[in-house]
């Protein structure tokens, strides 16, 4: 049975959208899965034997479809529009 | 901070000035460098990239947003800023006449005119001014610090060449002021008791500070007439000019009645003969 692991997550409220980051060492974009209903924000990722998952309270409701999910370096973005 | 080599045609120009806080308590060990969205994107650094932090020696971390509270406008002079602003505001009271007198300096430098008539602020107001050209002195060296500071990044042209001016033409004006050849201040009073104190503090202080002031004018007495309150008033206040003539035994005096507006040059030459005519007790009428 392989560990699950959570990411550490910031959220930034800016003006024209939420930022949510994720650090998940060793994950890319391809490896992400980000599901949204209403103000809950489940990321789940996993590549190999690293499998990260988190739920995050988000300040407001958005949809799946204004959610754009980025990584840098291990670093995942999700961003939802208002 | 310095962004990633990414080419330098894509960084050049943008310097930042980050102030460094002490980092949250969750990102302790992280190795991550936070930084204001905007900073971010002013340096070409994406969220996740790496960057190096130079110090005694050289950290390499994850560029991260900063929270919302940790962030500044652009450059981090936030702090500065405020200060430069406050010092504005906690400008010495005379700073305004004293940048009138500086410009009078000006004038006086181009040697285009023969002789200046300043009319003064209340006795208050000028008391401060003439004792404290040290206080704006290091008002104005604060200033110089702070703007030498950020000289490159306030870009207010000509600025500082004003100021260094001002600082300039305050010191030849305290000189100008303490030479009896070159200035004199001359006192006008009101027949009251108060306005004779007030008086009294004026030409203390501007003992203190080596003016000359040959002249004492005691302004607004009320002339002698038919009625019974001019009457009253002019015996009430020739009381006061009394005290006046003992106080300032020294000084020359000349009462002023209340008249009707200098205007016209009949008028305004007969006020100028009583005005320059030798001392003696005057008295200037209609």
Not at chain 1, 16 to 29: K, Q, R, T, Y
Not at chain 2, 168 to 188: F, G, H, I, M, T
Not at chain 2, 232 to 252: G, M, P
Request: hydrophobic letters at 45%; one cysteine or more; aromatic letters at 6%.
């Amino acid at each position: 049975m392989q560990e699950i692991r959570e990411p550490v997550v910031d959220v930034f409220e800016e003006e024209d959208h939420v930022l949510v980051v994720a650090e998940m060492p060793g994950i890319s974009v391809e490896d992400v899965q980000v599901t949204v209903e209403d103000d809950l924000l489940t990321i789940s990722a996993a590549r190999g034997d690293k499998k990260y998952r988190k739920e995050v309270l988000l300040p407001a409701s958005f949809t799946r479809e204004k959610t754009l999910v980025t990584s840098n370096n291990g670093v995942v973005e999700i961003k939802c529009l208002r | 901070m310095n962004p990633p080599d990414k080419g330098a045609e894509r960084t050049e120009g943008a310097v930042l000035k980050f102030k460094v806080t002490e980092a949250l308590s969750k990102d302790v060990g992280r190795a991550i460098a936070r930084m204001g969205p905007q900073d971010l994107e002013k340096l070409h650094v994406a969220v996740g990239d790496l960057v190096e932090v130079a110090g005694k020696r050289g950290t390499v971390c994850k560029a991260m947003p900063a929270h919302k509270e940790l962030r500044s406008q652009g450059f981090d002079l936030t702090f500065d800023r405020v200060v430069l602003e406050k010092m504005m505001d906690l400008a010495p009271p005379g700073l305004d006449e004293i940048m009138a007198l500086a410009r009078i300096m000006e004038f006086l430098a181009r040697d285009s005119f023969d002789l200046f008539v300043l009319d003064c602020a209340p006795t208050g107001h000028l008391i401060r001014l003439l004792e404290l050209p040290d206080l704006i002195n290091q008002w104005l060296k604060a200033f110089f610090n702070l703007f030498l500071k950020y000289e490159r990044i306030l870009k207010l042209p000509g600025f500082a060449d004003e100021l260094v001016g001002l600082s300039r033409n305050l010191k030849r004006l305290r000189e100008l002021l303490q030479d009896p050849a070159r200035s004199v201040l001359y006192a006008v009073s009101i027949p009251t008791r108060m306005a004779l104190e007030e008086t009294r503090d004026l030409l203390a202080a501007c003992d203190r500070m080596g003016m000359a002031v040959p002249l004492v004018f005691l302004n607004l007495m009320t002339p002698p007439g038919d009625c019974q309150l001019c009457s009253r008033l002019h015996e009430r206040e020739l009381v006061v000019a009394e005290s006046f003539r003992q106080i300032f035994q020294a000084k020359h005096q000349t009462l002023v009645y209340r008249q009707p507006e200098i205007a016209g040059l009949e008028r305004l030459e007969e006020f100028g003969r009583s005005l320059y005519e030798p001392a003696r007790q005057e008295l200037v009428t209609q």
